[in-house]
């Protein structure tokens, strides 16, 4: 994944390198693949630092295995450990993890930070002797790993189209290194060849040749290098991590044509575009994202699973969310139906799913999660099925006498229970009625739940299922939202903005001869964060010099905010050299 970084003033700070722990000694005593492998990290004096994994034999049963999956993002594939924002990996880290319930790490590395650009291509030993100490750390909890090559995909792998001998010169020079360090690991520790690889200026059927040859190669220097790599397991992915049917099928076509019962297929998945990063009015997840999940699945199981080739899907998340730095792309709730889907597709169809985390889940500065409720909703998929709902907020207008409101529950093969307020269970008939799946607040128990009725959220109630997590419910007074007139440059406008207990969902952007205002020329919606930004503290809106500089000099852009209560506000812009004026519509 092309990284997500926090802003430099919330980096976390590095406390330096220092000098490295005592590299732990790997013990690996193996059955052969007629039957199953175990394995144990020892020190020295052949004390055994966690309880031996057992290894199946088949590799679609290891890999099952090492549901749930965990990646250790922005770390060893920063251009230095500390450099976007995370401190040095810990023991602790992997302990955390472990104890969390995850099972493997994947591992990413960019080596290209810490090596030669000219032949032979020699990786900096300090910093195989780094990476060699986290993934016994991550082994000696217990966990599988998944080691690859990462950014250097798009640093110097994708330059095959332009410089092909010496980018596979390079290229299998850094799998000897990297095999030849770690030949002596136990079948827990598996090589992915290429992150999301990707070429540029070259037609389909050569970036399919291409990829080809690169994981061929990977597959040939790892196996030729001897020892556990013998028979390690290895990860292939598709072109850019894409799981679109044709990129699948190329990818079968080449593990197929290596004859090596030890393979694995892997895919990323950031859901539907235009829900993962909030444009072209993807705020809800609805039914096209909801079937682009359940076909992707299908796809990757009825491709790989479903003939003994396991999938490993080596990133999974959204695209800018969560994100504690900015306000949130992607509506809370919305994210927790993605993620319950999600857990679910992936138990039915025989995936198993490694959560990309750059920075947004796990604090690793204190190893605490970020969200604890988000992070167990995760969790809770892993086993079992979730109750939802439409939305996860019901608004209560404060200008208006309050009436019974309604959402609609999404069961996910689960019971409805009823609802809560804290532990005092809200009463059926009095305080709320089910009809099939709706149900309906009565005006008397909103009435209680606003209290004075301040802006905002006045109270939280749950919705409670017979498995799975809560589902949380806020009650929100509101009423129509205002925007002001203002003036600014090309380097930003700010908006006064009066929310009224309402979060901003989409710009709508259109010139009065109806074609589209901002840099998405085929939408009128225009991406959340990246061109208009909510400052809730600050009750402004922000438009952004990438939308500023998009719009045509003195031609009229009317603007339209949409809100998740359903209202809008309207609001005109006029860009005049790199003055900027905004006039309420």
Not at 339 to 353: D, H, I, S, W
């Amino acid at each position: 994944m092309n990284d997500i970084q926090p802003p430099a003033h919330r980096r976390a700070r590095g406390r330096g390198l220092g000098r490295l722990a005592a590299l732990l000694t790997a013990l690996a005593v193996m059955l052969g693949l007629s039957g199953a492998a175990a394995f144990g990290a020892a020190d020295v004096h052949g004390t055994a630092l966690h309880p031996a994994v057992s290894v199946p034999a088949k590799a679609i049963d290891a890999v099952a295995q090492m549901q749930p999956s965990w990646n250790l993002g922005n770390s060893l594939d920063a251009p230095s450990e500390t450099a976007w924002g995370n401190p040095l990996t810990t023991k602790a880290t992997f302990d955390t993890i472990a104890a969390a319930g995850f099972r493997s790490v994947r591992i990413p590395v960019t080596w290209s930070n810490h090596q030669s650009a000219t032949a032979p291509y020699t990786i900096d030993a300090t910093f195989v002797a780094r990476v060699k100490q986290i993934v016994d750390w991550a082994q000696a909890d217990g966990l599988y790993v998944v080691l690859n090559v990462h950014h250097d995909s798009i640093e110097w792998v994708s330059n095959i189209t332009k410089d092909h001998d010496n980018v596979m010169a390079r290229f299998d020079s850094t799998w000897s290194q990297i095999s030849e360090a770690f030949k002596a690991e136990p079948r827990t520790l598996l090589f992915e060849s290429v992150n999301e690889p990707r070429f540029n200026d070259v037609t389909d059927a050569q970036k399919t040749a291409y990829l080809n040859e690169l994981n061929v190669s990977f597959h040939t220097v790892v196996r030729a290098s001897g020892g556990e790599n013998a028979t390690r397991m290895l990860v292939l992915p598709t072109l850019g991590g894409d799981g679109a049917q044709p990129l699948l099928d190329d990818l079968s076509t080449t593990i197929n044509s290596l004859h090596d019962s030890q393979l694995v297929a892997t895919v990323h998945f950031y859901s539907y575009y235009p829900f993962s990063a909030n444009l072209a009015g993807g705020t809800l997840y609805g039914d096209i994202a909801q079937k682009y999940l359940d076909d992707s699945f299908a796809d990757m199981h009825d491709t790989f699973v479903a003939k003994g080739i396991p999938v490993y899907l080596g990133e999974y998340g959204l695209l800018t969310s969560p994100n504690y730095f900015h306000p949130e792309t992607v509506e809370r709730g919305e994210q927790l139906k993605y993620y319950e889907q999600l857990g679910y597709a992936a138990r039915k169809n025989g995936v198993t799913t490694a959560l990309w985390d750059a920075f947004n889940y796990l604090n690793r500065e204190t190893l605490q999660w970020r969200d604890p409720d988000l992070f167990a909703a995760i969790k809770s998929s892993w086993t079992t099925r979730s109750g939802t709902a439409s939305f996860d907020k019901v608004f209560v207008s404060k200008s208006a006498p309050i009436t019974a409101e309604s959402l609609t529950l999404n069961l996910n093969g689960t019971h409805f229970l009823g609802v809560w307020q804290g532990s005092t269970r809200l009463l059926p008939g009095r305080d709320y009625t089910v009809s099939g799946t709706t149900l309906t607040f009565t005006a008397s128990a909103l009435t209680r739940l606003v209290g004075d009725r301040a802006y905002g959220t006045d109270a939280t109630v749950q919705a409670r299922f017979s498995t799975g997590v809560p589902w949380n419910i806020d009650i929100v007074t509101n009423d129509n939202p205002t925007v002001a007139a203002a003036t600014g440059t090309t380097d930003g406008l700010t908006i006064p903005t009066e929310y009224r207990g309402n979060n901003l969902a989409t710009m709508h952007a259109t010139y009065a001869d109806g074609t589209n205002a901002g840099p998405l020329d085929w939408t009128p919606y225009q991406t959340f964060n990246e061109t208009f930004s909510p400052d809730y503290p600050n009750s402004t809106i922000v438009l952004t010099p990438l939308f500023l500089a998009s719009l045509r000099d003195g031609d009229t852009a009317t603007l339209v905010f949409h809100f998740y209560s359903g209202q809008t506000a309207t609001y005109k812009v006029t860009k005049n050299g790199s003055t900027v004026t905004g006039t309420v519509g």
